[in-house]
């Protein structure tokens, strides 16, 4: 009996240092920024990004694989510095930030991918939720000039918006459409260590 105790204080002692070695992050708002781009007519890209942007990072400086991110985009903060677009993108069309106010995206692991990471986890746009693999580099941990401790990472990765269900566009003469399918996506954020 004694030796199955001190077998379980043995596993509970290991869980709570693996646990000990991650530190929490919260993103740092103005050096945090989340971009798109989408093909209109065929011709050009139009480019937009969401200011406001919320989430933590538990980050495990030893092992980043066992680290953790969680993060919520605000959708009626949609900017591509065109107000009339801007409405557009916020309408049932697209967006549609009434009745889905916010985006999400939960990891449920991190994985080595080459020479950088990809964070696996559940992506909802629109209220759908699918499973995304976003591959990721980590820039650094640092101290920043007031001392505080910083981590840096930037992203990117392709969706096709049709599978979050905004599905909105108009076919062209030429058979294009007048916005593509494809969204291609920018992050780039530091976070701050609580």
């Known amino acids: 009996m004694h030796s199955k105790r001190l077998l379980w204080t043995f596993i509970l002692g290991l869980c ?8 929490s992050f919260v993103l740092d708002p103005p050096h945090t920024s989340v971009e798109f781009g989408v093909r209109h007519l065929m011709i050009n890209t139009v ?5 406001e942007v919320a989430g933590t990072i538990e980050f495990d400086g030893q092992d980043v694989t066992k680290s953790s991110v969680n993060v919520t985009i605000k959708t009626g903060s949609v900017n591509t510095g065109s107000a009339d677009r801007d409405k557009h993108l ?3 069309d697209f967006l549609d930030v009434e009745k889905f106010p916010e ?7 991190i994985e080595k991918q080459g020479d950088g990471y990809a964070a696996v ?9 699918k499973e995304i693999v976003l ?4 820039l650094g ?24 269900g905004i599905s909105w566009s108009k076919t062209m003469d030429n058979g294009g459409l007048v916005v ?3 969204v291609k996506i920018e992050i780039s954020f530091e976070a701050v260590k609580k």
């Open 90 to 92: 916020r309408s049932a």
């Open 121 to 129: 986890g559940t992506l909802t746009i629109h209220g759908v939720a």
């Open 47 to 51: 480019k937009g990004k969401f200011p």
């Open 16 to 23: 709570l240092a693996a646990n000990a070695r991650a530190d």
């Open 103 to 109: 985006m999400t995206f939960k990891s449920s692991r």
């Open 180 to 182: 593509a399918n494809e």
């Open 135 to 138: 591959p990721f580099n980590f």
């Open 141 to 164: 941990q640092i101290k920043d000039p007031q001392g505080r401790t910083k981590i840096g990472v930037e992203a990117s990765l392709t969706l096709n918006r049709r599978d979050y």
